[in-house]
């Protein structure tokens, strides 16, 4: 049982493309993150939900824009695709924010 | 909100030869610690965390890492490390109550026969 997927695992798609990357969990938990790794490794929170409520919305491009149907799903749209887009995302989930279990990663890659 | 340090970018290091990787957080508010490892093309696993309690925790496949508050200090140290511990190690802090976890810029730790 895989506590955290996201969909798709690889991405390639042109530049000015639209795309979505879904996440979902089964852990019950109450937080649900995404993260940016670029290709330096390093890790940064882009957004957060609680309850399907936005409680964290750090500095990110307005192209980007992530919604909550439930607490159990939190997906991650993407438009007007750009070359600096090229990272692997990271959703995540947490309850409490005691412990944080993350997805494999999307690796998007825009050309 | 956390800043975290990594001081180490890059640790090589043999087999059998123990390994620590520092970390060090901004605050001393109340905080929750965790590292993380992520294998080559992999997601990230949790090694091991502190929450409360004991400031020195362990994991399953031999590491551990000690909090000290007075140093804002999260080092990881394994006493004997394998091939298969090559990976990119994280450092996370996170204050207690709220809901941003962040991360060090990682260590890289290549082991060598």
């Known amino acids: 049982d895989t506590a955290v997927s996201q969909t798709p695992k690889y991405l390639v798609t042109q530049m000015g493309n639209d795309k979505s990357i879904k996440c979902e969990q089964n852990?019950?938990?109450?937080?649900m993150y995404w993260y940016k790794q670029d290709s330096k490794k390093f890790l940064k929170i882009m957004f957060s939900?609680?309850?399907?409520?936005?409680?964290i919305n750090e500095t990110v491009p307005n192209r980007f824009s992530p919604k909550s149907p439930d607490k159990a799903h939190l997906n991650l749209h993407i438009n007007s695709l750009e070359l600096g887009d090229s990272a692997v995302y990271f959703c995540?989930?947490?309850?409490?924010?005691?412990?944080?279990?993350f997805g494999s990663g999307t690796r998007l890659t825009v050309v | 909100a956390q800043s975290v340090t990594q001081l180490d970018s890059q640790v090589p290091v043999f087999e059998e030869a123990p390994v620590e990787l520092r970390c060090n957080y901004s605050?001393?508010?109340?905080?929750?610690l965790f590292w993380y490892v992520q294998y080559p093309n992999q997601g990230l696993q949790l090694l091991l965390k502190?929450?409360?309690?004991?400031?020195l925790v362990e994991s399953i496949n031999g590491f551990e890492a000690e909090f000290n508050k007075s140093q804002t200090s999260f080092h990881l140290r394994k006493p004997s490390v394998h091939i298969s511990d090559t990976a990119e190690y994280f450092c996370?802090?996170?204050?207690?109550?709220?809901?941003?976890?962040?991360f060090g810029a990682g260590t890289t730790v290549t082991v060598r026969a």
């Open positions: 995540a989930s947490s309850l409490g924010g005691t412990g944080y279990t």
């Open positions: 852990l019950g938990h109450d937080t």
């Open positions: 939900y609680n309850n399907k409520e936005l409680i």
């Open positions: 605050s001393s508010v109340s905080v929750y």
């Open positions: 502190y929450l409360s309690g004991s400031t």
């Open positions: 996370a802090v996170s204050d207690r109550g709220d809901y941003k976890l962040s």
